[in-house]
């Protein structure tokens, strides 16, 4: 998923030059800053529906950037979250996303936030 803004743009086309498949495009709303996306998204953490692992090498830098937004230095990461979660808001997307990946039974050893 590449938003379908700035740079973006130029990638998404050069990778459908190259033959790259399922390149999706994400097109924020209009008028949805940063701040009002990750907004949209509280719901699901406050609900317990996103999950991470118990450890990561990225985990610690991740939530830092995610919990200190939007005082932090950088909010690649949080960008990258919401467009996530917007477009798994989709419920044939989740579907597909743990038919994929093993089924719910593999994220039983995570934690919630």
Known sequence: MIEDKSSGTQLIQDLKNEGV??????????????????HACSDRFENGRVFLPL???????????????????HDDQVDSTT????????PDV???????WGGPNRFLL????
Do not use: C
């Open 21 to 38: 498949l399922n390149v999706i495009e994400y097109k924020p709303p209009p008028g949805a800053y940063k701040v009002m996306r990750l």
């Open 55 to 73: 450890s990561a090498p990225w985990l610690d830098e991740y939530m830092i950037e995610l919990v200190g937004f939007p005082g932090t230095k």
């Open 83 to 90: 467009q996530a979660l917007d477009h798994l808001r989709e």
């Open 94 to 100: 989740v579907a597909t996303f743990m038919k994929a």
């Open 110 to 113: 995570t934690r919630r936030y």
